[in-house]
T-cell receptor, first 114, second 115 residues
Framework: AQSVTQPDIHITVSEGASLELRCNYSYGATPYLFWYVQSPGQGLQLLLKYFSGDTLVQGIKGFEAEFKRSQSSFNLRKPSVHWSDAAEYFCAVGAMEYGNKLVFGAGTILRVKS | DSGVTQTPKHLITATGQRVTLRCSPRSGDLSVYWYQQSLDQGLQFLIQ???????AKGNILERFSAQQFPDLHSELNLSSLELGDSALYFC??????????????FGEGSRLTVL
């Protein structure tokens, strides 16, 4: 079965600094990959997704992610973090071969210090 | 606002009781998904319905059941509640038949506390 690992439970960055959130997945073929963000008291919102094609995908709010097949990774990046980016970020993977299920990582809580 | 409505937002009940959580999907979405979010288990997929039919099943306990009605709203029924069922229950919806190829739109969740 597919699985998703987000190795960092918490990350703290200064406002204006760059950000990279790590995500590794375990799956044999090319999965469908997603990043969602959850602000306090809110549901999850899709930031970006990768299905195929260009391995660098752009999302909303200035985020981007790069799919690296050789490393089974789909890391999320932002060049300059804003205080409003403080939230919990979830990587998710889906694969038709494993049924109609989107599997989420444990999440990474981002704190932004001014 | 995602367009997905969940009620109630908060629910406190006792062990052994039964509760029903309700979800109204975005207008036009035929798929409804239920997820459970807890501190120890993270975000776990429970079940998906597409246009009234069960489409996929995840880690849903036998004490839990769900259905999707003709007007496409869905209900998640939790019975014989245990302390460990305390969690945030999310409903999500999508246009697509499958939950792995398209965007899911999440509601704000129903927080269940079992005392």
């Amino acid at each position: 079965a597919q699985s998703v690992t987000q190795p960092d439970i918490h990350i703290t960055v200064s406002e204006g600094a760059s950000l990279e959130l790590r995500c590794n997945y375990s799956y044999g073929a090319t999965p469908y990959l997603f990043w969602y963000v959850q602000s306090p008291g809110q549901g999850l919102q899709l930031l970006l997704k990768y299905f195929s094609g260009d391995t660098l995908v752009q999302g909303i709010k200035g985020f981007e992610a790069e799919f690296k097949r050789s490393q089974s990774s789909f890391n999320l990046r932002k060049p300059s973090v804003h205080w409003s980016d403080a939230a919990e970020y979830f990587c998710a993977v889906g694969a038709m071969e494993y049924g109609n299920k989107l599997v989420f990582g444990a999440g990474t809580i981002l704190r932004v210090k001014s | 606002d995602s367009g997905v409505t969940q009620t109630p937002k908060h629910l406190i009940t006792a062990t052994g009781q039964r509760v029903t959580l309700r979800c109204s999907p975005r207008s036009g979405d035929l798929s409804v998904y239920w997820y459970q979010q807890s501190l120890d288990q993270g975000l776990q997929f429970l079940i998906q319905y597409y246009n009234g039919e069960e489409r996929a099943k995840g880690n849903i306990l036998e004490r839990f059941s769900a259905q999707q009605f003709p007007d496409l709203h869905s209900e998640l029924n939790l019975s014989s509640l245990e302390l460990g069922d305390s969690a945030l229950y999310f409903c999500a919806s999508s246009v697509a038949r499958t939950g792995v190829t398209g965007e899911l739109f999440f509601g704000e969740g129903s927080r269940l506390t079992v005392l």
